[in-house]
């Protein structure tokens, strides 16, 4: 299938915007209330026009649902409630010829309970399949490491689970495989070798009809018992990404990891994210409330009006790990994904544009979650739904227009996956669409700038000028042979002031919201009103 972009290999990765789609959230083209591939498929038109060209769909595969589809029963076929796997190829081949990549969410570390593969492992009988998934000898033999279950099936064994209680581990071997315990298997015994194979198999399924990459979830948990995740290092740099490298060189992969200096710097992704998990800092950077995940937070983060937040952490982190990933490959800064709350929970339109300037003026793969370019506003009180627990309210219907169930489906508002926000004013793309000043149109603008200057993209550097353990924000992009770009951000509600001993020229105004810098002979002073930022280029 032709490449979507005129840069060679994986090169076309330095100009990557991802936007994460929650398929059964983001558009029902058959009034069943559960968003599909032919729905996204009539959206991509839309997608195109922010600027983003790289999508990341959540599971599509064949699933009993139990975790919103993270539990896998058939990986070779599209789950019918999103369509088949025609429109898989179809949704490629339209997404390709608008200048967009697809990347599809590879669940490598488990399956669900009807999977075939561990049906067939169940089995008394020894089979293909027996050493798939890590079974103990007798099913009195609980081992008192790791998480395992019994019941499910004829053979005398407990099997180890990875997430869910019907998320069987796949097995990839142990680290330090205790001889007394045969079920644990090296990383090169005869079972993980197989479900390496069938791995390998899986991508290549989906790279031949169009996909053009994975995300690839809890990407470090493959091999147990691994301190320091050294194999599963070895494993993804020794194996399956020279496999890909050279079967697929245009292919990109994405960690869900929460260390790039592991996961790209040494095991060979493209991208990893920072989570709210892994390296600290996002959570400081980002999270208003500490309802994340069911984690604990401090609810004080530097993207607050309340001005009690400090970068100092996520700085730090970040300038560490890119140090390490540096010509390798790329960290993410998200805007929020289906694990944990949406950039909009509890604040202002003005706060919203304020962290986005952020987000797509700093280095890395930017990264934006299906509804935020809107400020969808997460949900927090509602019901579970597919295992969602406290994620719930962030997977919620996306908001299009102002007719029934915000244009999401024309199903009857009781039969829709999740409910919609009840909010009178919830924003909707189309009211948005039409106002120059909206959130939607920022984001635009943002990645407009984003695209067209090279100094801004992913592999730019940047500096950061200011200190770190208050406000405001100031960092700047490029510089060495090129032009020099400064961002200033303010996101307390109150104005702040900063002077700087540097030495320009001059310097002029690019996108600006009450923010001003003005060089007085070596002194750079920038002010910045509450809740503000300002774009500038040095002449």
Not at 25 to 38: R, V
Not at 168 to 176: I, T
Request: with cysteine.
């Amino acid at each position: 299938m032709s490449s979507p972009s005129k840069l060679s290999g994986r090169e076309w990765i330095k100009d990557a915007v991802l936007y994460q789609i929650y398929p059964q959230s983001y558009c029902d083209s058959n009034g069943d209330g559960i968003g599909d591939l032919p729905g996204i498929i009539s959206k991509l038109d839309y997608i195109a026009s922010l600027g983003v060209n790289l999508l990341w769909l959540c599971p599509c595969f064949d699933s009993p649902f139990n975790d919103a589809g993270y539990d896998v029963r058939d990986f070779y076929k599209i789950a019918p409630r999103y369509g088949t796997n025609a429109d898989m190829e179809r949704l490629c081949r339209e997404a390709h010829k608008r200048g967009l990549r697809v990347c599809l969410d590879l669940v490598a570390g488990h399956t669900a309970l009807d999977c075939e593969w561990f049906k067939q492992s169940g089995m008394p009988e020894s089979g293909k399949y027996s050493n798939y998934y890590i079974w103990t000898d007798h099913w009195c033999n609980m081992p008192p490491y790791g998480r395992w279950t019994n019941g499910y099936a004829p053979r005398n064994g407990n099997f180890m689970i990875n997430f869910f209680w019907s998320q069987p581990a796949l097995n990839y071997g142990f680290a330090k495989p205790d001889p007394s315990k045969p079920w644990e298997e090296p990383v090169n015994g005869k079972g993980p070798r197989a479900v390496i194979a069938e791995l390998k198999n899986v991508m290549q399924f989906w790279l031949e009809k169009g996909c053009d990459g994975f995300r690839v979830d809890m990407a470090a948990s493959l091999i147990k018992n691994d301190p320091g995740s050294k194999a599963v290092i070895r494993l993804w740099h020794d194996n399956l990404h020279p496999w890909i490298r050279k079967n697929y060189p245009h292919a990109v992969t994405i960690a869900e990891w929460g260390n790039p200096a592991d996961a790209v710097g040494k095991a060979g992704f493209d991208i990893d994210f920072m989570l709210h998990f892994g390296l600290p800092g996002y959570g400081e950077m980002m999270f208003k409330h500490p309802a994340v995940c069911g984690r604990p937070t401090t609810g004080v983060c530097f993207f607050d009006e309340a001005g009690k937040g400090s970068p100092k952490t996520f700085i730090k982190e970040y300038l560490k790990a890119s140090n390490k990933v540096r010509g390798k490959g790329f960290i993410s800064i998200p805007s929020a994904n289906h694990d944990f709350q949406r950039l909009n929970y509890f604040r202002s339109p003005a706060e919203l544009k304020a962290a986005f300037t952020f987000i797509l003026t700093w280095p890395g793969v930017p990264s934006i979650y299906y509804g935020d370019e809107i400020g969808m506003s997460f949900q927090p009180e509602l019901p579970s739904k597919e295992g969602g627990y406290t994620r719930t309210g962030t997977r919620t219907p996306m908001q299009w227009n102002h007719d029934a169930n915000a244009g999401f489906s024309t199903a009857k508002a009781d039969k829709l996956y999740l409910p919609l926000d009840p909010a009178k004013d919830r924003a909707t793309v189309v009211a948005q669409d039409k106002n120059p000043g909206s959130l939607l149109n920022h984001v635009r603008k943002l990645l407009e700038l984003r695209q067209s200057t090279p100094e801004l993209r992913n592999d730019g550097n940047v500096k950061v000028l200011s200190k770190t353990d208050s406000y405001p924000l100031i960092y700047t992009r490029g510089g060495t042979g090129g032009t020099r770009y400064w961002i200033a951000i303010n996101p307390s509600g109150k104005p702040v002031k900063a002077s700087l001993k540097l030495g320009i020229a001059d310097i002029e105004p690019v996108m600006v919201s009450g923010a001003d810098i003005q060089v007085k002979g070596k002194v750079v002073v920038v002010k910045l009103g509450g809740v503000s930022w300002g774009i500038f280029k040095e002449c």
